[in-house]
């Protein structure tokens, strides 16, 4: 039994991270139609950011706004401008086909640049154990669980209690409405963008100290945060979130209950499952086919 | 233009078919491992083709295609039986496979296809590293044999660099009767559009699902090449980047093109050779060379072509109703 808590607290707080990875590929999906595979390297790269300005000398938590503002830059206002802008009116494969691209060239250039080795990062919560009703959980699962959480209580907030996020969805929903009512849309779109940056960036910064800085580590991540936003609905902010902590738990469960052989084949059937009998995800809206 | 263009084609054919003979007679091991390498995996897009180009099903699977195929061959060759015998359990095991695969497809389109094909992609490396009874695991099959061809031994590289030409050359006519049979533009309306196509009566489940098996079907020959290609196996060729590469190999060539796919593997196997001058560099050149590529052309190297001959169609097209006006003018 205490094993089963400790499995569930270590799953909710790798769903968390899944979730906000999730959240940012459902935001582009919904603004722009945009399918991106890079997504898993967009997490990988704000560690290495930030590694290389500590590397130049710069304090921790300087390291860390200058990374999270150069993945705005980058992952946001460049991905956007250079390679989504040019390829939307072509449809969604093509677009596709590239972020896969871009997600080699990105592993790439920090093989290349950085280290093909894994890199130590250090931690935004203290390491070390606290006691929650006699069980021992780690400091850092509980940090990245809070962290998680906050940002996406803050995202839901801004979505659904201001202005903007009202603005931000009309603009998601119905494109050509918003803009006949007054939505910069244009500007909608961008600020997804952004937002989806912050989030990686956010997203690397709580998983890196767990699992090292290596070039390959988007790889499984992206592929989880896919599942997770497949599963959940990846229409709906929400239920991305619910598809990351549900993923999160059964890979945890899986490893232990199942066979650590297997333990991505869990994921992988549940997602095979919600798509055949239920395609708009758990908690998504069903889309409507185009001719 | 048309009465020229004909044997112009069938000479440039022909150069091409004899350079890929002649040429590499004095290529050393390495050359001619990376030009077999090309046409195996010419013969694996081509399969994904079928299912993309062809008939517009994305799938991303097409990889673990090609290891169910290695699997296949390696198991049985070690296991003593001939090659031609695993091709042909490899091509049925994908085809019923990739038939399997196609139901999906008959419920969930696009994006949500390429999310279940890629989930069983991951799947079936999960088999192939698993299933060490089978499959070896992670140390994977050592010394799978080289078929003789004809009482040939094809041990040495060149012998099998024509083994793997001459399936390409023949996996090639038959792409190329199929997409000029009823099946072929059976295919080409289920991309185009499938509401219309059931309306004039195309079975469009027998169709996807047919797609699917016979794409699937040529990812399995590649992999019974693959296998004696390169004499051993483990699970990591097969995971899910190969698929990714395929596809990519697809898109970039020119989807729905024939001859896209022996320019995307051209591209995706010989560029990154070709660019190891940079050393590290060249990865990371040939993913910014793919999406410049895709954003000046996102149907690919013959969709630039492609256009360009349609532009001089429209031009010699325009310059004849020209003409035919003057004479009409002058006529009258």
């Known amino acids: 039994m205490s094993n089963l808590f400790d499995l569930l607290v270590a799953g909710l707080a790798t769903g968390a991270i899944y979730a906000l990875v999730a959240v940012g590929f459902t935001l582009l999906w919904q603004t722009s139609q945009t399918i991106n595979f890079a997504q898993g390297e967009f997490v990988m790269l704000p560690a290495f950011l930030m590694l290389a300005a500590m590397h130049v000398g710069a304090p921790f938590w300087l390291a860390i706004i200058l990374g999270i503002l150069l993945s705005m830059i980058l992952l946001g206002l460049a991905f956007k401008m250079l390679l989504v802008d040019p390829m939307m009116r072509h449809g969604v494969l093509p677009l596709a086909i590239a972020t896969m691209a871009l997600a080699i060239g990105i592993k790439e250039a920090v093989k290349q640049f950085f280290s093909a080795e894994a890199s130590p990062f250090p931690s935004i919560v203290p390491t070390g154990d606290i006691s929650v009703f006699g069980h021992a959980v780690s400091l850092q699962s509980i940090g990245v669980l809070v962290v998680a959480i906050l940002a996406v209580v803050g995202l839901t907030a801004l979505l659904n209690r201001t202005s903007l996020g009202h603005q931000m969805q009309a603009a998601a929903q119905n494109p050509t409405v918003a803009r006949i009512i007054g939505v910069p849309v244009e500007r909608m779109i961008l600020l997804t963008f952004l937002i989806n940056a912050f989030l990686v960036a956010l997203a690397s910064l709580l ?29 709906q902010v929400r239920g991305a ?16 209950y199942v066979s650590t052989q297997y333990r991505s084949a869990v994921p992988m059937l549940v997602l095979i499952i919600v798509i055949l009998f239920r395609p708009q995800g758990l908690l998504g809206r069903a889309e409507e086919r185009t001719v | 233009m048309t009465g020229f263009a004909k044997p112009l084609k069938i000479a440039l054919g022909l150069a091409v078919i004899a350079a890929l003979i002649v040429v590499p007679m004095n290529f050393n091991r390495y050359g001619l491992f990376i030009l077999s390498q090309w046409a195996v995996m010419t013969i694996a897009a081509m399969g994904l083709n079928l299912t993309l180009g062809y008939a517009g099903q994305v799938s991303l699977a097409q990889g673990a295609f090609v290891g169910i195929g290695a699997y296949a ?36 389109q696009h994006h949500y296809l390429a999310f279940v094909t890629l989930a069983f992609s991951t799947l079936a490396f999960l088999v192939f590293r698993n299933e060490s009874w089978l499959t070896g695991g992670i140390y994977g099959i050592s010394n799978i044999p080289r078929p003789h061809i004809f009482g040939i031994a094809t041990n040495k590289p060149l012998p099998f660099y024509y083994v793997c030409l001459g399936s390409l050359a023949i996996v090639s006519l038959a792409v190329w009767w199929l997409i000029r ?16 196509a059931q309306s004039l009566g195309v079975d469009t489940r027998r169709y996807t699902l047919m797609a699917f098996a016979i794409g699937s079907a040529l990812g399995g020959i590649a992999g019974a090449l693959y296998a004696p290609l390169t004499q051993y196996i483990d699970p990591v060729p097969f995971n899910l980047s190969l698929s990714l590469d395929l596809l990519m190999m697809v898109i970039v060539g020119g989807a729905g093109f024939y001859l896209g796919p022996f320019l995307g593997a051209m591209i995706a196997v010989l560029l990154p050779e070709w660019l190891r001058f940079t050393e590290g560099y060249y990865l990371m050149l040939y993913a910014i060379a793919v999406m410049l590529l895709l954003i000046w052309s996102p149907t690919g190297i013959l ?29 009258q």
């Open chain 1, 207 to 235: 998983i890196t100290p767990i699992y090292l800085a290596k070039f390959s580590s988007g790889e499984v991540l992206g592929q989880a945060a896919f599942i997770a936003a497949i599963v959940g609905g990846f229409n």
């Open chain 1, 241 to 256: 979130i619910a598809g990351g902590l549900l993923i999160g738990v059964l890979d945890n469960l899986a490893a232990s």
């Open chain 2, 73 to 108: 061959a390696a198991i049985m060759t070690t296991h003593g039986w001939p090659l031609p015998a695993a091709i042909v359990v490899a091509i049925v095991l994908s085809f019923a496979v990739g038939w399997v695969l196609g139901y999906p497809a008959l419920r969930v």
């Open chain 2, 181 to 196: 049979s009823p099946w072929g533009r059976a295919f080409i309306a289920l991309r185009e559009n499938p509401q219309r």
């Open chain 2, 303 to 331: 969709g630039i072509l492609d256009r360009y001959m349609a532009a001089r169609r429209t031009k010699a097209a325009s310059a004849l109703r020209a003409v035919a006006k003057s004479r009409l003018e002058t006529a």
